[in-house]
């Protein structure tokens, strides 16, 4: 399949320029010419220039261990991360639209959580941050164990109870949300991301284009009324909740409508008339299949298609998913390659990256898009990816051979167009070394953000010069991706 493309650069505001240069576009989807390297460049060697233009932003370096950073960029260019510290805190960090960090770096061990007011003294790994793309506003959002909560404020509301009479959740926890401005300033109290459901894990969330805000969640280790199979099904159902722009209730929680089995790893986007949730529906205790499922709901939360994300023939499943508003979303795999596919013989059974674009009706477009280039077996893991509004997107995901010096783990990411062609190649998103200072690396926990005008990326970085076990590090950079204006198969 060929396609005649006619494309224009758009930039989401001025102060993100598309700022690739010198290097020309291969066909990558499958089916097209593919372009293999293993060496791997920076985004200096591919002449993408940077928004923080010193090189690696450090946002967080203490004694404590910072954990689990989420990212998103606002509507001013503003770039918002948020993270877990392991001595009982969460915090906030970021940069302005032109690079200047927007908080002082984090340095302090043991300190007050931004989300609830108080040093918890333990916390999980279930972070969220979201950004408004029409307000210069995110959201940010943690799970917390209830005992800790005590004089912290956070108030579990009272209609929070499952079937046996239970309000606090000690395990998993309960999540709470709070909003914040571009200064990186809350707007709100924390609120509770549910209305009666616990134990909140595998979440996501999505602002909508009219402005409301969906959190979905992985209730777990709760028993429900509406679950006819628990505990034989699983300990896991998926809830949605929708809010107000201004953090209050729009609808009441309510439970996907698969109550079969167990649903889990729920990731939410938006699309130009409501959004997407993709979902992990495992039936196996029951008799039924492992599968990932979609179901694309209107702005108000009614649900309009059901359609199956997993490819059964191949038993690929995702790694993650994300939209950005428009008429289409994105889905991104970690695999051993298969053949058949229309893969170059060298990639059979090594380990790659792949992409796959989807309607707002849940169908594909297109064959599947080899994201990574590398055919030399090394490794691929946390592979995550991104959207802005007009469609393009962001891959990211860890590579444990792109430095080719020291050999250390690398973010490494690749910028596609609207129809899945890429704008760059595979490039690792910061200096190699991470730190010259250190002369290190092994970055962790990559995660990426993208919006018309710009990309970033934030990471757990073991390099700062002077910090703990890890720290927070964060690199921005022009979205160098074009939205198609016609185009056409012949």
Request: aromatic share 10%.
């Amino acid at each position: 399949m060929n396609l005649r493309i006619w494309s224009r650069r758009i930039g989401f505001f001025m102060l993100f320029p598309a700022a690739l240069a010198g290097w020309e576009a291969s066909a990558q989807p499958i089916g097209g010419s593919i372009e293999l390297r293993n060496d791997t460049p920076t985004y200096e060697e591919i002449g993408l220039r940077a928004v923080t233009a010193s090189g690696t932003i450090v946002l967080a370096s203490s004694a404590a261990d910072e954990r689990e950073p989420k990212i998103s960029i606002l509507a001013n260019g503003s770039t918002a991360v948020f993270w877990v510290n392991r001595s009982g805190s969460h915090h906030v960090g970021g940069v302005d639209a032109s690079g200047n960090r927007l908080l002082p770096v984090f340095d302090t061990a043991i300190d007050i959580d931004v989300l609830v007011g108080v040093n918890t003294g333990s916390n999980t790994n279930w972070t969220l941050n979201k950004a408004n793309p029409d307000g210069n506003i995110f959201m940010a959002a943690a799970t917390f164990a209830a005992g800790p909560l005590t004089g912290s404020e956070a108030v579990i509301p009272g209609t929070v109870i499952d079937a046996d009479g239970i309000q606090e959740d000690n395990q998993q926890g309960h999540g709470f949300f709070r909003l914040f401005n571009d200064q990186l300033e809350p707007l709100t109290p924390p609120l509770s991301v549910a209305e009666f459901s616990a134990g909140h894990r595998e979440w996501d969330a999505c602002w909508l284009n009219d402005g409301k805000l969906v959190i979905g969640t992985a209730a777990q280790g709760h028993r429900y009324e509406a679950d006819p199979d628990w505990p034989q099904g699983g300990n896991q159902v998926a809830t949605l909740n929708l809010f107000n722009p201004d953090g209050s209730r729009y609808k009441e929680e309510f439970f996907l409508d698969d109550m079969t089995g167990q649903q889990g790893n729920v990731w939410l986007g938006a699309l130009k008339n409501g959004f997407v949730c993709v979902y992990q529906d495992d039936d196996s205790r029951v008799g039924g299949a492992n599968l990932f499922k979609g179901i694309i709901f209107n702005l108000v939360g009614e649900k309009k298609q059901e359609f199956v994300v997993t490819d059964e023939i191949l038993q690929i499943h995702p790694a993650w998913m994300a939209a950005g508003g428009g008429g289409t979303f994105v889905t991104v795999y970690e695999v051993t390659a298969p053949d058949g596919i229309g893969l170059p013989e060298e990639l059979i059974n090594m380990p790659v990256v792949l992409a796959q674009l989807w309607s707002d009706q849940g169908e594909r477009i297109g064959p599947y898009i080899l994201v990574s280039q590398h055919s030399d077996g090394r490794s691929v893991s946390r592979t995550r990816c991104a959207m802005a509004r007009n469609g393009t997107f962001v891959v990211s995901w860890i590579d444990n051979a792109a430095d080719d010096v020291q050999f250390t783990e690398s973010v490494v990411g690749r910028v596609f167009n609207v129809d899945g062609m890429p704008a760059t190649p595979a490039f690792v998103v910061h200096p190699l070394p991470e730190f010259p200072e250190t002369d290190g690396g092994n970055a962790s926990e990559s995660m990426p953000a993208a919006v018309n005008g710009g990309v970033a990326f934030t990471w757990a970085s073991r390099a700062v010069p002077g910090g703990g076990a890890r720290d927070i590090a964060l690199m921005v950079f022009g979205n160098p991706g074009t939205m198609l204006t016609a185009w056409e198969l012949y």
